[in-house]
């Protein structure tokens, strides 16, 4: 049988050296173990760097230019991100103790402000935060409106935004029963029929958040999932969303800033 | 300037310059194949979407609020004039938030409705027709008045004041082995026209109104 005669593929004629494979600074041909312990970080980067190709894709997302006169107002929407970050992180942790069971729910909430170490502070960190987040959605909001920073191109962050508005609210509604005191109850009864008020579709969306014609045994554990799952993922994918076109399109400046002549700019940059 | 007759593309790939195509081919391989991942992706999709849809929106299209009669006393507890004060279950195994307090009094042919006369009893619901909040009877003002927003009714349980928008719900009552017996909800407009499948409060149900909060599958 003749040989097959494979065409080789075309090479570089001389490979770069593998980062972190260089000569040792120390001047001994062999890296010490002081070397290799003081390349550990920088190794396992560029490692992970090599396979990933994160670098490019975080110096575009991290170091972008921003325009003059950004000032403290530009941080609220970090500030909110903040504030979900916080309660998705006291909330994971108060779901562990946290029973969503009308007979039980009152009873689990307690126990995690009286008897679990650090039980209140979490709580409170919960409760809180998501008072403050409303808030910070808010003012980021008002800077967004008053910056004129929602036109073009812009709009449809402003329109992410605003679900991510409608989403918070909606965090805030769910959220609000969980304790299952007097107060809760009967403010979820409220909004409920206020949500039936609506003609025609109202009293079906009303069945839904109650899954039936009367407050029941799944009602809670409902909100709850709704509370904890559903919404919480949908407002990580919008952030996500926002974030990448906040990366892509840039932040405006403030509208107090005249726009510089394009001739100075060149100018100043020769 | 006259438009040109718009060119009618051949059916054919071939008649189409298409690179690679047969003799009598109407779909291109790639054509076929992207319009097959996206069709099997969508089927995979909806597998579990579809059914998981259904469960979430599955009590919205069975009746939930279960048809039981409740024993609330002798039929001598009751008379004409001052309402009894009964907690039954609206909904049992949910401790205290499935039960609800309601007013009994033996139905008074001088002072109640003609169309509500075949109820031996009349049971009112505390439910607010505003948004909901328990209404308490107060004996003094003879109102039956709403903690929340303000919500006043007269003793029938016909709206004199503020937010509401119709009488408070009753339940249906009989008598059995002399005992009063409370059954399934129903609602009224202001005119005390019956609505057996019984509505969320807010819900206006005088005239057209009742159009645009029908009746669901869930009462």
Redesign the interface.
Known sequence: MPKVKLPKPPMPRRTPPRPGTQKPVNGNDKPGLKDHAAEAGIATIGWLDERTGASPFLRGFLYRKVPKGTNWFYTLGSATMFAFLNQAVTGVFLAMYYDPNPTKAYDSARHITNDVWLGAFVRGMHKWGSTVMVLLVFLHMGRTFFFGAYKYPRELNWLIGFVLLLLTMLMSFTGYLLPFDQRSYWASIVGINLNSSGPIVGPYLADFLRAGSEFNQTTLSRFYSIHMLLIPGAIAALIGAHLYLVAKLGTTAPPWLKAEKAKELSEEEV | MARAPKKRKSPYTADRNTPGAFEGETVTRRGLMTAGALGVGGLATMAFGLPALGF??G??FSQ??PHRWQDVGPEEDFGTQAYVQKIID??P???D??KTTIYVRKTDPAKDDKKLQDQPYVAISNRCMH????VRYVQAAQRFICP?HGGVYGPNGEVTGGPPVRPLDRFYTKVENGRVQVGPRFSLDSHFNRFPH??????HLDGLWQY???S?P??
Request: a negative charge; hydrophobic letters at 25%.
């Open positions: 979430a929106l009590p919205n939930t609020e609206l909904i195994d949910v401790a938030s499935g948004l909901g909040c328990p929340c019984p509505r969320d409060p807010s819900n645009l909060y029908p669901r869930t009462t």
